[in-house]
């Protein structure tokens, strides 16, 4: 277990120095922000979305270790997935990270945002987790105001 940990935690490390999908987006069809006032996490979400796929996504904002992560993470895993899908894999992860830390959870279902999991024993930082796709799910909404944390 202590290899998987040191594993997960050069991926959550190897995405906060070097984000994917970082920056605004000029095709954007919806967009939102984000922020998380007990760490001082600040987001923008874009979507661009043909018909029903996420055609692209990007962020930009920034944020605690934790928080770019799973933004880098979130885009990564979401691009070129349906809104059905996208809602879907927002469910697993939301109930994943919210969850008690004694329950089991199908960190094979993740895929790559099982790394992630691991916040769940720190419940400061499921805000700093979740922020990304609140914010997302607001851009996807059309909300297009500030989702906050609080
Ligand atoms: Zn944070």
């Known amino acids: ?24 987006l000029e095709e954007a069809t919806g967009r939102a922000n984000g922020a998380n006032p007990l760490c001082g ?5 874009y979507l661009e979305v043909v018909g029903d796929t996420v055609k692209n996504i990007r962020f930009a904002g920034a944020g605690c270790a934790i928080s770019t992560a799973s ?38 279902g993740l895929g ?6 691991g916040v769940r024993e720190f419940p400061m930082r499921v805000k700093c987790a979740s922020l990304a796709w609140h914010t997302m799910r607001a851009a996807l909404d059309g909300e297009n105001d500030t989702v906050t944390t609080e």
Not at 15 to 22: A, D, E, G, M
Not at 81 to 91: C, G, L, P
Not at 112 to 117: F, I, N, T, W
């Open 1 to 24: 277990m202590s290899d998987l940990r040191e594993l997960y935690q050069e991926v959550i490390l190897d995405h906060t120095k070097r984000p994917r999908n970082f920056g605004p």
């Open 41 to 45: 996490d600040v987001i923008a979400v």
């Open 71 to 108: 933004a880098s993470l979130m885009t990564e895993t979401l691009k070129g997935k349906t809104i059905e899908e996208a809602q879907v894999i927002f469910d697993c992860f939301h109930d994943t990270v919210t969850s008690s830390p004694d329950t089991e959870v199908d960190l094979a």
């Open 112 to 117: 790559k945002l099982a790394v992630l999991a």
